[in-house]
C-alpha cells in the first residue's frame, strides 16, 4: 500500500501512547450516512478486515480517514425540479418564480436523498513519532484538511505545522535547471513546468521531454521560475515536486519492485508498509537536504 502523493507535517507535540491514540480514533469513527445527510467523514481500520483504527509496525503508525458520500447529481435534481415545475404552472396557471424554484429543488433533494447510493473514500496518513513527523497520502490539498481537521477534534496532546525548508522549493528547482549542482542522489528527469510571476502567469509546461539546457535557460533568463520537476532519487523512487514542497506521483521501481518480490512474507500489507516508511525515512531527509535543510521556527 505505498502512498502516491505526499504532504509533509513537522510534529512540533506528540503526547499520546498508541493505546490512547486508538481510543480517541474510535470514539470519532465513521457512520453511514443517515437519510439526509449528503457527506459524513471518520476514523476507519487502515487495514481492511482488521479492528484497529491505528495500525502499528514498530515506531510507524497508519491511520485513515474515510468519507462517506452520497452520489446525487445535480442533473438528476434540476430534471425532476423541472416535471414538478411543469405540473405546477399548470396548476397555478404561471410559471413558479425563483423562490418556489428554490424550494421545489431542496425538496426534490429531500425526496431523493434516502435512496441516493453512496460511495467511499480514503485518505491515509503515516505518523512517524521518532523522526517527528505526519505524512498524509493526498494530492487534493481539501481532502488534506479534512484530514487535518478532524485529527485535532480528536486528539489532544498533538500539534503539529506544515514542514518549511530554508530554500523555498520553486527557487531550489529553478537554481537546478538553470545549472547549479544537484544532490548526486537525484537525477532530473523529463517532465517539469515553468509559470512567469505576471499577471498572465503564462506556463510553459514539458511532458516526457528532454531538459534542454539552453531552452530551459531562455525561459528561466525571460523571468519564468521552476513550480513542477520529475525527479528520481537513487534510481529507488520517482516522484514530482511542487512549488508548495507537495510530492506527487510518487512510485517506486523496478529495484524495490524486485526487493518486494523477494521479502517473501505472509502479510502482504505489514510487508508494503515497512518498506515503503523504510524508503521514505531516507528519502524526505534527502529532499529537505537538496532544499537547504528544515527552517527553524522563528521565535
Not at 491505528?54 to 446525487?72: D, P, R, S
Not at 435534481?77 to 404561471?94: D, L, P, V
Request: charged letters at 30%; aromatic letters at 6%.
Amino acid at each position: 500500500m505505498w502512498f502516491k502523493n505526499l504532504l509533509i507535517y513537522r510534529l512540533n507535540k506528540w503526547d499520546v501512547t498508541p493505546e490512547q491514540f486508538e481510543e480517541k480514533l474510535s470514539n470519532l469513527a465513521l457512520q453511514p450516512c443517515s437519510g439526509l445527510e449528503m457527506q459524513r467523514v471518520g476514523w476507519i481500520a487502515p487495514k481492511e478486515n482488521a479492528p484497529a483504527f491505528v495500525h502499528t509496525l514498530g515506531k510507524q503508525m497508519l491511520i485513515c480517514l474515510g468519507a462517506e458520500k452520497k452520489l446525487l447529481p445535480a442533473s438528476v435534481i434540476n430534471t425532476i425540479s423541472k416535471e414538478r415545475a411543469a405540473e405546477m404552472e399548470e396548476q397555478q396557471g404561471y410559471k413558479p418564480g425563483r423562490k418556489q424554484m428554490k424550494q421545489l429543488k431542496e425538496a426534490v433533494t429531500d425526496e431523493l436523498l434516502p435512496r441516493a447510493f453512496a460511495v467511499r473514500r480514503r485518505t491515509y496518513a503515516w505518523i512517524d513519532t521518532a523522526a517527528g513527523l505526519l505524512v498524509l497520502d493526498a494530492a487534493n490539498l481539501a481532502k488534506a484538511d479534512e484530514l487535518v481537521e478532524l485529527l485535532v477534534k480528536s486528539v489532544d496532546g498533538i500539534g503539529f505545522t506544515p514542514l518549511k525548508t530554508e530554500v523555498s522549493p520553486t527557487t531550489a528547482m529553478t537554481a537546478w535547471l538553470a545549472g547549479d549542482d544537484l544532490a548526486s542522489v537525484f537525477t532530473v528527469d523529463r517532465d517539469c513546468e515553468l509559470r512567469a510571476s505576471g499577471d498572465e502567469k503564462a506556463t510553459v509546461r514539458y511532458v516526457r521531454h528532454t531538459l534542454e539546457a539552453e531552452e530551459i535557460a531562455k525561459h528561466i533568463t525571460g523571468g519564468k521560475e521552476v513550480t513542477k520537476l520529475a525527479m528520481t532519487w537513487y534510481d529507488r523512487i520517482s516522484f514530482v515536486l511542487h512549488e508548495n514542497g507537495q510530492i506527487k506521483r510518487l512510485q517506486a521501481l523496478d529495484l524495490i519492485k524486485d526487493q518486494a518480490d523477494s521479502d517473501a512474507q505472509d502479510d502482504a500489507f505489514d510487508a508494503d508498509f515497512a518498506l515503503m516508511t523504510g524508503e521514505l525515512k531516507k528519502l524526505l531527509p534527502a529532499i529537505i537536504e537538496a532544499l537547504g535543510g528544515e527552517s527553524k521556527p522563528t521565535a
